[in-house]
């Protein structure tokens, strides 16, 4: 028998499937503790029965194990109760404003910065030509061989 009697019943207290659980169990806890700094708990119950009415015979062990790691810390959030005991964000005792009667904010309006052009329009701004797409404007550029650019000037590339 091995010099620790007590590790020895425990490895022959638990198959294999049961030691591995634990380890990955405890590793699990280890790691969440290492990382939050906060205390974890691991349990390992043996629960020890008798098998067969013959004293000392055959005894069934039955292991469970417990894992409690440390949680990383969650923001609190704010909110009230509802009469339907439901939750809300918006204060019941808060009073509604409303805007000269109408129900949608002024702030919910978005200006409309190009009221008049649609997908396609062709238009010019300070002399370049683009197109109108999706609610933005696209300049085009004419694309230009390299052979004009190395005319010894400086020049940058005109545009149409």
Do not use: W
């Amino acid at each position: 028998m091995s010099e620790h009697p007590f590790i020895h019943n425990l490895s022959i207290s638990m198959t294999s499937d049961v030691q591995t659980r634990a380890q990955n169990l405890l590793k699990e806890v280890i790691e969440a503790v290492e990382k939050t700094k906060k205390k974890g708990k691991f349990t390992l119950t043996l629960e020890i029965l008798p098998k067969t009415k013959v004293d000392g015979a055959v005894l069934e062990i039955r292991p469970t194990i417990k894992a409690d790691p440390p949680q990383d810390s969650l923001p609190p959030t704010v909110a009230y109760a509802t009469p339907e005991n439901t939750l809300t964000t918006r204060d019941p005792r808060q009073h509604e404003i409303t805007y000269g009667g109408d129900e949608s904010s002024p702030l919910d309006d978005e200006p409309d910065d190009f009221p008049n052009l649609e997908d396609g329009d062709e238009i010019e701004i300070e002399g370049d030509e683009g197109t109108f797409e999706n609610g933005e404007i696209v300049e085009e550029m004419q694309l230009i061989d390299e052979d004009q650019l190395d005319d010894g000037s400086d020049d940058e590339p005109v545009k149409d």
